[in-house]
């Protein structure tokens, strides 16, 4: 009886630190006493509790390496006591902090085991949240289908049970799935929907209408409304200052900013701007900082003050990482060069003009390279070069890939078309002779006794009965080879089609003068135009790889020169992708090879690249050459994420993509690997692929060197 005072203050202490932590304004000081709490005496289902609230309080708050350290103590936890539903806990918290943390295919792995173990568990509100969590990671990791389908379901589960905070904010975040693909009209609609049902509460929550509102922001403001894309940015901004998100009430800032500019409100830009920086500053976002010093640049650049936005502009790029930020650097540069022309138009010209001339430079820096040549001429007067620099890429391009993949397009159209009359052909004849040999054998039974007729029926019962089962496998393999045809058709009519459409409204707009912003619509213009020159690229070698018009040009050449050149050349661009990149090269010094240097450079590059685009970072690509037993090995391995053995044994299929919507999204158009395998062939050589020990794929290419 003594006890039970000092066990009711426990007990009383647990439940205040549970409130406490779930209160935004008490959490730093139910924080402070968490070890207290833990020093009581509480059931296992209350530690693990503990254990589990603190690690979400941490992730929401962005404190990521406190939450994880919470989150291994959690895990420990889970290893002492048996807690099934703290495991599927454990399961949804630790792939939000992966996916908080841009670790997408870890998040997915996590988040899947989530779903699986709250759907056994009937834990329906959190299964919400795993679905939605999954979509997040889903659609950050380039698989839009995969993302739209876990959304749905999360709506469907939250209206089921009637969720109504869950369903609104799955909603506005597949309406920011549909504005991703281009397609506000739906993502507004979903919108709408939304705000209708957070309006329909009783007790408005402020966080989920600050987030809606900023999604229709951004839907407005992809069709050019920028009124209205204000006005639901500043509803936005409400709404995050009502739930005390200060960071995120700064990123809506730039955008409003962003839209005042537009509107011509410039003096109520910079206010937005300048805002935007304090926050930043205090919360000490160096990147965002910077972000916002180049808007203000851009605007002193827009209302003609060039002094002072040269001041924001140089504050700026101290501030942004060239390399973890590529772009933003990329695009503060333009505006720096647009500032700081026509005083140094020179140093402008000769170093971008070294840009445009190398090879190796890739698109986008081109791109930027263009934009300020133009600039650079029509400072100095001399408007035929900048024209020149301004459309030479683009027209040239664009008339070239147009004649192209009309040709192409026709080309497989009426291919497929000659397939499918052969089919319907071969289906036909099939069926007549079929007929024909049931007519002889009833003939046969006619003319024959009792006997005869069993023998002589069973015979060609079984002859018939082998010859359709024949004709049947002969028509499975038609029908495969004609769905591979329409495969091929559909794959290419997409990239090609979709990519000209855009084109051809870009052009149009900017023929007209309908473009608020010509630059973006060049840098469209130019992702498109490479797109579809790597992917006509690819059908042409392939197609040259078939018909046998595909020649080496062998050549006599030291081996580790060659390879080590090889290697250097992907070194650049594997670590500029932020990966790590490590290679070991044990050639003799005398060994001389026959090789096409350009294929085989080819064949790197591709693998090298292929790498990048399926590797998480922080990751590592690895490459090893040896020589041995007359041959030469080289071995390209890259860490997580891998393949499962079913797609392993289909990487070098013609247009195979283990992920189609995050292959498109990065270029991808599954001819790679199977080109590197007709390259290697052509040397005499042999490609292999199987899991690597980095975590995630290993490539083999042996070369003869006889």
């Known amino acids: 009886m003594l006890l039970a005072p000092f066990s009711q203050a426990n007990e009383r202490l647990y439940e205040v630190f549970i409130k406490e932590l779930q209160q935004k304004e008490t959490r730093e ?42 989150a291994e103590r959690f895990k420990q936890i889970l290893l002492t006591y048996h807690l099934p539903q703290y495991e599927a806990k454990y399961s949804l918290t630790y792939g939000d902090l992966m996916l908080k943390e841009g670790k997408f295919s870890d998040a997915i792995s996590y988040l899947d085991l989530a779903v699986s173990q709250l759907s056994a568990l009937n834990m329906h509100r959190l299964l919400c949240h795993a679905y939605r969590f999954r979509a997040g990671a889903y659609k950050n990791n380039g698989s839009y289908k995969n993302a739209i389908e876990s959304y749905e379901l999360s709506i469907e589960v939250a209206k089921k049970y009637e969720f109504a905070d869950l369903q609104a904010s799955s909603i506005t975040q597949l309406a920011d799935v549909y504005s991703d693909l281009s397609l506000p009209d ?44 204000l006005q639901a940015y500043q509803t936005a901004y409400n709404y995050d200052l009502e739930s005390g998100a200060v960071v995120y009430s700064a990123y809506t800032l730039i955008r409003i900013g962003r839209e005042q500019i537009k509107l011509k409100r410039f003096d109520e830009a ?49 501030l942004i990482d060239p390399i973890q930020s590529k772009v933003l650097y990329q695009e503060t540069m333009t505006t720096y060069a647009q500032i700081v022309l026509p005083e140094r138009a020179e140093f402008f010209i000769e170093s971008m003009k070294q840009i445009v001339a190398e090879e190796e430079a890739y698109l986008g820096l081109k791109e930027t390279a263009l934009r300020v040549l133009k600039d650079a001429y029509s400072a100095q007067g001399d408007f035929e070069s900048a024209l020149n620099y301004q459309l030479q890429y683009t027209e040239s391009k664009i008339s070239q890939l147009e004649k192209e993949a009309s040709q192409k397009a026709l080309a497989y159209q009426l291919d497929t078309e000659y397939q499918k009359n052969q089919f319907e052909l071969q289906s036909l004849k099939t069926q007549r002779e079929v007929e024909l040999a ?91 135009l490479d797109t579809l020159n790597t992917l006509i690229k690819d059908i042409y070698e392939l197609a040259q ?11 006599r050449a030291n081996a580790k020169q060659a390879f080590i050149g090889f290697v250097e050349d992907i070194d650049d661009f594997v670590t500029d992708e932020g990966l790590e990149f490590n290679a070991n090269i044990e050639l003799p010094d005398d060994l001389e090879i026959d090789i096409d240097v350009t294929r085989l450079a080819q064949v790197f590059n591709n693998l090298a690249r292929n790498s990048v685009n399926y590797t998480d970072k922080p990751g590592e690509v690895s490459v090893d050459i040896g020589y041995r037993n007359q041959q030469l090995y080289c071995v390209i391995e890259d860490s997580s994420p891998g393949v499962d ?62």
Do not use: M
């Open 545 to 555: 790889a078939d018909t046998g018009s595909l020649n080496l040009a062998l050549e």
């Open 186 to 229: 739906k993502a507004l609609k979903l919108l709408q929907q939304s705000i209708a049902v957070l309006k329909s509460q009783q007790h408005q929550n402020t966080s989920l209408l600050a987030q809606v509102y900023y999604n229709l922001g951004g839907a407005h403001q992809v069709i050019g409304d920028h009124e209205k894309s």
């Open 270 to 318: 910079q206010a937005s701007f300048e805002k935007a920086y304090e926050i930043f500053e205090s919360h000490k976002h160096t990147r965002n900082q910077g972000w916002a010093k180049s808007n203000l640049a851009e605007l002193k650049l827009k209302e003609g003050n060039k002094t002072k936005a040269k001041v924001f502009v140089e504050q700026a790029l101290e």
């Open 29 to 70: 000081q139910a924080l402070q006493k968490v070890d207290l709490v833990l020093e009581s005496t509480l059931a296992p289902e209350e530690i693990a509790e503990v254990h589990h609230k603190v690690t979400v309080a941490l992730k929401n708050d962005f404190k990521l390496e406190d939450a994880h350290r919470w």
């Open 645 to 706: 053995d079913e797609a392993l044994g289909r990487l070098f299929e013609r247009l195979f993509r283990c992920d189609k919507s995050r292959s498109r999204d990065l270029g991808g158009s599954g001819l790679g690997l199977s080109i590197c395998q007709k390259l290697v062939d052509l040397h005499g050589g042999n490609i292999t692929v199987a899991h690597s020990e980095l975590g995630g794929l290993k490539v083999s290419v042996i070369i003869p060197c006889e």
């Open 438 to 528: 049931e007519q002889r054998i009833q003939q046969i039974v006619t003319a024959a006794g009792v006997g005869v007729l069993i023998i002589f029926l069973s015979a060609f019962l079984l002859l018939a009965r082998n010859k359709r089962r024949a004709l049947e496998l002969e028509k499975q393999l038609l029908n495969k080879a004609l769905d591979l045809k329409q495969q091929l058709l559909a794959d290419i009519s997409h990239e090609l089609r979709t990519p000209l459409t855009v084109l051809k409204l870009h052009i149009e707009s900017l023929e007209h003068n309908l473009v608020e912003n010509p630059k973006q619509s060049y840098k469209v213009l130019n992702r498109r």
